[in-house]
Nanobody
Framework: QVQLVESGGGLVQAGGSLRLSCAASTSIFSINDMGWYREHPGKQRGLVAIITAGGSINYADSVKGRFTISRDSAKNTVLLQMNSLKPEDTAVYYC?????????????WGQGTQVTVSS
């Protein structure tokens, strides 16, 4: 019912930048919030950044000042510009979306894209 397609992951040196993109497609749901979570090896998945349909943004403390989330609502696409990358940012990054149908909301995840930051 909902497909989230991620791109932009890869290998980068510390101090470098990457730009992640996630495009959502659905014919029966309205897309509300979109964002990114990440999962470090051996750790639980945690919030990176979320942007709501109204434009409200929340960042994890660990990425504030370095990452920027933005959204193209017309294209149902969310972007994550990652600057000043650190080895600690190495993780699998998952696109996240909350969709709605009437009064009901549902949560969807992308398949994940690997980001590796070398020192």
């Amino acid at each position: 019912q909902v497909q989230l397609v991620e791109s932009g992951g890869g290998l980068v040196q510390a101090g470098g930048s990457l730009r992640l993109s996630c495009a959502a497609s659905t014919s029966i749901f309205s897309i509300n919030d979109m964002g990114w979570y990440r999962e470090h090896p051996g750790k639980q998945r945690g919030l990176v950044a979320i942007i709501t349909a109204g434009g409200s943004i929340n960042y994890a403390d660990s990425v504030k000042g370095r990452f920027t989330i933005s959204r193209d609502s017309a294209k149902n696409t969310v972007l994550l510009q990652m600057n000043s990358l650190k080895p600690e940012d190495t993780a699998v990054y998952y696109c996240y979306a909350i969709v709605s149908s009437g009064s009901r909301k549902y949560q969807y995840w992308g398949q994940g894209t690997q980001v590796t930051v070398s020192s």
